[in-house]
């Protein structure tokens, strides 16, 4: 095997495109080496190869090593990695974005920076949580009537179709067990959706802290993201594991949720939201991941190319 500094770097015409990879491969328990340009996962059963130029982003799960060399060829094919709980439920750090096109943190930045467009992002999330409802028209403190409405008619739905007890929602923050079954549960569900929309926000090269709905917190952006799926997924699931009257409510609910999420293709349904809420409102495409594009901002917009000198006599000659 060649070391790393006898190898030329990868462009992106090298680069497999994203559309043609894996989104997410999820590995755990396991012992994470480079072979040549191909990942190497090795536990008790043995040695498994993985082609890097095929991943789009790498969860390392609990009980994963990985080395230096492997992460280096994740860079030079562009996979993002990001080091997450059992099955991604819980989200500890990230590494390198799934993209190299900066389009859609920008795309957040400038729909998050206009009042106006901020506004129409959080109606278009009301929009995907309730799709029978049209918020065109409604104010912030409407939205924020109408989600609550909507909420309270689902713990009430959920409660009579289960036929669990349900007094309300009560949780007191650092103090878990004091909730009820069911409040346990919906907490429970929460933040492994919280864990799960991290992930997916870090790995596309979002901001986290720009938020469209939730403000002020590192994590408001990701709070919107998670919040998409709440009436749909967490709290019937929550409702579901509290009505079994199992003992340990919180496991049982992140082990269901896990389970939920990989047979329902979550992370691949929120990356596609995602772009969805941040891109086509302005009419914005999303440039292929395989381009690795740097310009210069001039004036009016104008977008120049990079790597040359444009002052004095020698405009336009490299800079380097």
């Not at 090298?14 to 994470?32: A, H, I, Q």
């Not at 799709?131 to 065109?136: I, Q």
């Not at 007094?167 to 569900?189: E, K, L, W």
């Not at 408001?220 to 409702?239: M, N, Q, R, W």
């Amino acid at each position: 095997m060649t070391t790393p500094s006898q190898r030329t770097a990868l462009t992106p015409r090298d680069l497999t495109r994203t559309g043609e990879r894996l989104s997410f491969v999820y590995l755990e328990r396991c012992t994470v080496h480079r072979d040549a340009n191909a990942l190497t996962a090795t536990d008790a059963d043995g040695t498994t190869h993985i082609p890097s130029a095929t991943i789009g982003t790498l969860l390392l799960g609990p009980g994963t090593r990985i080395t230096h060399q492997a992460m280096s060829v994740l860079g030079e094919t562009g996979a993002a990695v990001a080091w997450v709980g059992e099955q991604g439920v819980r989200f500890y750090a990230g590494g390198r974005a799934l993209t190299r096109s900066s389009a859609l943190a920008e795309a957040q930045a400038v729909q998050w920076a206009n009042a106006r467009s901020r506004l129409a992002v959080a109606r278009a999330m009301y929009r995907l949580r309730f799709p029978d409802e049209d918020p065109a028209g409604l104010t912030r403190r409407e939205l924020l009537g109408r989600e609550g409405s909507r909420v309270k008619d689902c713990y009430r739905a959920q409660a009579a179709r289960t036929g669990v007890p349900w007094r309300g929602r009560r949780y007191i923050p650092g103090d878990f067990g004091s909730g009820d079954p069911v409040n346990q549960a919906i907490t429970a569900a929460a933040q492994c959706m919280y864990g799960i929309a991290h992930a997916v926000v870090t790995s596309l090269g979002c901001s986290p802290a720009l938020g469209f709905v939730h403000s002020g917190h590192e994590l408001s952006f990701v709070l919107d993201i998670a919040d998409l799926y709440k009436t749909e997924i967490g709290i019937p699931l929550a409702f579901d594991i509290a009505a079994q009257a199992e003992e340990d409510v919180a496991s049982h609910t992140r082990r269901a949720l896990r389970d939920r999420i990989h047979k329902t293709s979550l992370l691949d349904r929120c990356v596609d939201d995602i772009k969805r809420l941040l891109l086509l409102p302005n009419g914005l495409g999303m440039p292929a991941a395989d381009q690795d594009i740097v310009t210069l901002q001039s004036d009016g917009d104008l977008q120049v190319a990079a790597g040359r000198n444009y002052g004095g006599d020698e405009d336009g000659a490299m800079t380097w």
